[in-house]
């Protein structure tokens, strides 16, 4: 069995001006199983979306750190879910903060509980560290009494064509 083992990636234009661009290594995390947020009148607080982080230890504390986040995410009707990204207990890649907002990375809303969304982010981090970083998923909802969230389900969930699919999130340690 042959093997090729690279400290990076070096594209084949090569370096941008300045040096770095190179992949050297990515991780991810993939989540099969479902999740669901609310039930209740009112927002939920945001809570960690269990099985939706990933670890990464850079080589380099000039290194960035390329996040891609996707999930499918459905609801009953007239529910709504929030994302926020996180480094470690560090909220990143948020929206302005406003009187009364939570800010987030990303909102969905699904009109109909036979639909999903596709919820993607993509953020280039620099933590600048060399020791180990949890980028993590939250997530909360909002709706009336009985309105759920779910991740890789439909609200409707009854019958042959309730679909189940996953979701993930991915990192890349990209040298500067």
Request: hydrophobic share 30%; aromatic share 8%; with cysteine.
């Amino acid at each position: 069995m042959s093997q090729i083992k690279v400290n990076s990636i070096i594209p084949v234009g090569g370096v941008p001006t300045g040096g770095g661009g190179g992949i050297i290594q990515i991780k991810q995390t993939i989540k099969t199983d479902v999740a669901s947020r609310g039930g209740s009148s009112g927002q939920d607080a945001l809570a960690a979306i269990s099985g939706l982080s990933v670890d990464i230890t850079p080589t380099s504390t000039t290194s960035k750190i390329y996040i891609i986040v996707n999930i499918k995410q459905g609801e009953t009707s007239n529910a709504w879910a929030r994302y926020q990204l996180q480094r470690d207990s560090t909220a990143i890649y948020l929206g302005d903060t406003a009187s009364g907002k939570t800010p987030c990375s990303n909102f969905t809303y699904v009109s109909s509980e036979y639909r999903m969304n596709n919820v993607e982010e993509q953020f280039l981090d620099s933590p600048n560290t060399t020791s180990q970083i949890t980028y993590q998923v939250y997530w909360g909802a909002r709706g009336g009494s009985g309105t759920i969230a779910y991740i890789n389900r439909c609200g409707h969930d009854s019958g042959d064509y309730a679909p189940r699919t996953a979701s993930s999130i991915t990192v890349m340690e990209v040298s500067a």
